[in-house]
């Protein structure tokens, strides 16, 4: 298994990098045209990262299924 396959610790705010930095940014330099520009790109994020979450939860209780049915196997 590649590292990068295993699931990770919590993350602190400094481990989730950007997003944490983001929070805290001002956003007092930012005209109307950048603010929408930035939301979207954000969305766009938010739904790839929602996508990536649904994905890893179907696998994971796929591995549990799989693991939970026993030696036995299935019923067929």
Same mark, same amino acid.
């Given at each position: 298994?590649?590292? $990068?396959? +295993? ?11 950007? !997003?944490?930095?983001? =929070? *805290? ?10 603010? $929408?520009? +930035? ?11 929602? !996508?990536?979450?649904? =994905? *890893? ?20």
């Amino acid at each position: 298994m590649d590292d $990068d396959d +295993r699931p990770r610790r919590h993350s602190s705010g400094h481990e989730l990098g950007l !997003a944490s930095q983001l =929070a *805290s940014e001002s956003l007092e330099r930012y005209s109307l045209d950048e603010l $929408d520009e +930035r939301i979207s790109l954000l969305q766009t994020e938010i739904q790839r990262i929602e !996508a990536h979450r649904t =994905a *890893s939860a179907r696998h994971m209780l796929a591995a549990q299924a799989l693991f939970s049915s026993g030696p036995s196997g299935s019923s067929s």
